[in-house]
């Protein structure tokens, strides 16, 4: 009856539900578009970490070769390579989280007026994520370095 009275009166009257599904509606494709600029994100960064890569392994083909010649096994050369690529994907994870804790608490004062909570699970899981992007990126620069023939390198072809 009292929603019946407000709109006989020029109210406009919504129940909350109808409200709190128009938000969660929102929050949904606010939330996709962020899952969407992270995988956009994430597959640039896996880019440019294979392009390094694949440059790092063509400029050293000849001392690739020369290890090989010398008896350095698959699983060392890979080792080295990964380990590169490891040492990148830590340095570039903990400069994204602090790059990224900044840009939240600017973002956060400035539009929401809050405080953003730093959570420490945060941080693991971005190293952890970095990670797993530098070793996809540069899984087929090793898979090249692997695949050089010491003896055509060292002969110069």
């Not at 020029?10 to 992270?38: C, F, H, N, P």
């Not at 903990?94 to 939240?104: H, P």
């Not at 970095?130 to 990126?137: I, K, N, Q, T, Y």
């Given at each position: 009856?009292?929603?019946?009275?407000?709109?006989?009166?020029?109210?406009?009257?919504?129940?909350?539900?109808?409200?709190?599904?128009?938000?969660?509606?929102?929050?949904?494709?606010?939330?996709?578009?962020?899952?969407?600029?992270?995988?956009?994100?994430?597959?640039?960064?896996?880019?440019?970490?294979?392009?390094?890569?694949?440059?790092?392994?063509?400029?050293?083909?000849?001392?690739?070769?020369?290890?090989?010649?010398?008896?350095?096994?698959?699983?060392?050369?890979?080792?080295?390579?990964?380990?590169?690529?490891?040492?990148?994907?830590?340095?570039?994870?903990?400069?994204?989280?602090?790059?990224?804790?900044?840009?939240?608490?600017?973002?956060?004062?400035?539009?929401?007026?809050?405080?953003?909570?730093?959570?420490?699970?945060?941080?693991?899981?971005?190293?952890?994520?970095s990670m797993l992007v530098?070793?996809?990126?540069?899984?087929?620069?090793?898979?090249?370095?692997?695949?050089?023939?010491?003896?055509?390198?060292?002969?110069?072809?």
């Amino acid at each position: 009856e009292v929603i019946k009275y407000l709109e006989n009166n020029g109210y406009k009257v919504k129940k909350i539900r109808q409200v709190a599904q128009s938000e969660k509606a929102l929050l949904d494709k606010t939330q996709l578009l962020m899952v969407l600029v992270s995988l956009f994100v994430l597959s640039a960064a896996s880019l440019s970490l294979f392009s390094t890569m694949i440059t790092s392994v063509l400029e050293r083909s000849r001392e690739i070769g020369l290890m090989k010649a010398l008896g350095c096994g698959n699983g060392r050369l890979a080792a080295i390579f990964l380990a590169e690529a490891g040492v990148m994907g830590v340095a570039g994870g903990i400069f994204g989280y602090f790059v990224g804790l900044l840009l939240a608490q600017f973002i956060g004062m400035e539009i929401f007026n809050v405080q953003v909570s730093v959570k420490p699970e945060v941080f693991l899981l971005t190293i952890a994520a970095s990670m797993l992007v530098a070793f996809a990126g540069s899984f087929l620069p090793v898979l090249r370095a692997l695949s050089i023939d010491p003896v055509v390198i060292l002969r110069g072809e």
